[in-house]
């Protein structure tokens, strides 16, 4: 559910999952006005529904209609997958999360081979399962001693501070990686800089002013994260001063998806740096949404072909633990 969803690759993608795996299911966009939201949540219930995406700009909206909260998806004030248990308890994730740790681990080499999925076993079109009766939940592992390179060592630079970046910044700081926000709404970066620095104690979060976004900031971060929405077809590019100054040997990732590379990341890979574009995110999201709402393994190069990513995913180091996040009373 979101406010558009016309633009959604997310039908597609889990449609195509559950006919691969002989699921009865269907994934259906919903448009759900602003005012809607909690009649929208608390209708999933009554309709049948098994759970749902959450995307902009309900994400946080959601929250206050939800029986039951992760632990990561409180710290980032964002929900985008719901679960709904058959005695109608509605509880929230973020798959944001563990979908942007493993694009990023794709290309640090951190991969921990093949199989490490999040249910544990690799897809294999099979007859409909039970559902897992316990929450499954997504939450971040401590970083592997597998993979010492599971993120670079330098530090990370993130354009906005909304449910995307609140995403990012958990999961960088998880792991160690000092911060810089950069964001148009100078309150809103603030504002995630605070939720870091309660959520995981002691990370270094430094916030700079959208307009100070130049050579010298670009060039100091081996890691630079578009979470704001510019780039999106027909959208406002990026600013020059972001995508002027990369430089080989950084990674970039850009949440937002499009036909093909987005302008950041076409320019990005021009100057010899590494890239992670939004489709890798969107599917590892998906696979931990898929793996919530069915109790399987989500068939990723089904998912991958979907949405016309090019490549087949490898399993990176497992980025979810099985234990319960913490529970909250609903409203
Ligand atoms: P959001 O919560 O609405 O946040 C939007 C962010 O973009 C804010 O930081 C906002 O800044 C910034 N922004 C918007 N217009 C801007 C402009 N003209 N100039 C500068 N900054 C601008 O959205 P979100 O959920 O974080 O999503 C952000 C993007 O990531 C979207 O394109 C979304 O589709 C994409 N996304 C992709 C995936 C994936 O799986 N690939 C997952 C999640 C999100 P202000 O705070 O100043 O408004």
Same mark, same amino acid.
């Given at each position: 559910m979101g406010w558009p969803v016309g633009h959604s690759l997310s039908p597609a993608l889990h449609g195509a999952a559950f006919a691969a795996l002989g699921l009865d299911y269907a994934y259906v966009p919903l448009p759900v006005a602003p005012d809607r939201v909690a009649d929208a949540v608390r209708g999933l219930r009554a309709l049948g529904f098994r759970g749902a995406n959450v995307t902009i700009p309900h994400k946080a909206a959601v929250i206050p209609y939800l029986d039951w909260l992760e632990r990561d998806a409180e710290l980032a004030e964002a929900v985008n997958t719901i679960v709904v248990e058959d005695d109608g308890t509605l509880r929230g994730y973020n798959?944001?999360?563990?979908?942007?740790?493993?694009?990023?681990?794709?290309?640090?080499?951190?991969?921990?081979?093949?199989?490490?999925?999040?249910?544990?076993?690799?897809?294999?079109?099979?007859?409909?399962?039970?559902?897992?009766?316990?929450?499954?939940?997504?939450?971040?592992a401590a970083p592997s001693a597998r993979s010492p390179q599971a993120a670079p060592a330098g530090p990370a630079l993130i354009l906005g501070a909304g449910g995307a970046a609140r995403a990012a910044a958990l999961a960088l700081a998880r792991r160690g990686i000092p911060l810089t926000i950069v964001n148009r709404t100078a309150a809103?970066?603030?504002?995630?800089?605070?939720?870091?620095?309660?959520?995981?104690?002691?990370?270094? *979060?430094?916030? &700079?002013?959208? +307009? @100070? =976004?130049?050579?010298? /900031?670009? #060039?100091?971060?081996?890691?630079?994260?578009?979470?704001?929405?510019?780039?999106?077809?027909?959208?406002?590019?990026?600013?020059?001063?972001?995508?002027?100054?990369?430089?080989?040997?950084?990674?970039? *990732?850009?949440? &937002?998806?499009? +036909? @093909? =590379?987005?302008?950041? /990341?076409? #320019?990005a890979q021009a100057q010899g740096a590494t890239i992670v574009d939004g489709l890798s995110v969107l599917v590892w999201q998906a696979a931990a949404a898929f793996e919530l709402w069915t109790g399987m393994a989500a068939p990723l190069e089904v998912m991958c072909s979907a949405v016309g990513r090019q490549g087949a995913l490898a399993w990176p180091t497992r980025n979810t633990s099985a234990s319960p996040g913490e529970r909250r009373k609903g409203h």
């Open positions: 798959t944001d999360i563990v979908g942007f740790l493993n694009a990023l681990d794709e290309v640090t080499g951190a991969s921990g081979g093949l199989g490490a999925t999040f249910g544990g076993t690799a897809p294999q079109p099979a007859a409909p399962q039970p559902v897992a009766p316990q929450p499954a939940a997504p939450q971040l809103r970066a603030e504002r995630l800089r605070d939720l870091i620095s309660s959520g995981v104690p002691g990370s270094p *979060v430094t916030v &700079v002013p959208w +307009g @100070g =976004l130049d050579k010298a /900031l670009v #060039q100091a971060h081996a890691l630079i994260v578009n979470a704001t929405s510019l780039g999106m077809a027909g959208a406002v590019q990026v600013p020059r001063g972001l995508a002027d100054n990369l430089i080989a040997g950084q990674i970039v *990732v850009d949440f &937002v998806y499009s +036909g @093909g =590379l987005t302008g950041l /990341l076409a #320019q």
